[in-house]
Nanobody, 121 residues
Framework: QVRLVESGGGLVQAGGSLRLACAAS????????MGWYRQAPGKQRELVAD???????NYADSVKGRFTISRGDAKNTVYLQMNSLKPEDTAVYYC???????????????WGQGTQVTVSS
């Protein structure tokens, strides 16, 4: 199993910054992708950013130039630096882990419980 714990959410004024952190523990395999998704009330969950174990990154168009995803040295911690926050960034942000158990060939897909980000105007 993989356990994902998010932290760093909160209330911030428009134009401000927050840094989210996700710590993964358990059966972590070397080849994986970790990312952040968000879901606002009444909307579908959407990809914000992700990063592979090789360091390749991917961002939603709406956050390019404002958000940065990165991994810690341990590689099972991922961060999302959010700058120039806008009210439309308000959502619950979820950490995601995707990988393959190379012992069983099973696909792995785990989610954290989410952290609330609220951006006031």
């Amino acid at each position: 199993q993989v356990r994902l714990v998010e932290s760093g959410g909160g209330l911030v004024q428009a134009g401000g910054s927050l840094r989210l952190a996700c710590a993964a523990s358990g059966s972590i395999f070397s080849l994986n992708t970790m990312g952040w998704y968000r879901q606002a009330p009444g909307k579908q969950r959407e990809l914000v950013a992700d990063i592979t174990s090789g360091g390749n990154t991917n961002y939603a168009d709406s956050v390019k130039g404002r958000f940065t995803i990165s991994r810690g040295d341990a590689k099972n911690t991922v961060y999302l630096q959010m700058n120039s926050l806008k009210p439309e960034d308000t959502a619950v942000y979820y950490c995601n882990y995707r990988g393959v158990n190379y012992a069983t060939a099973a696909d792995l897909d785990y989610w954290g419980q989410g952290t609330q980000v609220t951006v006031s105007s």
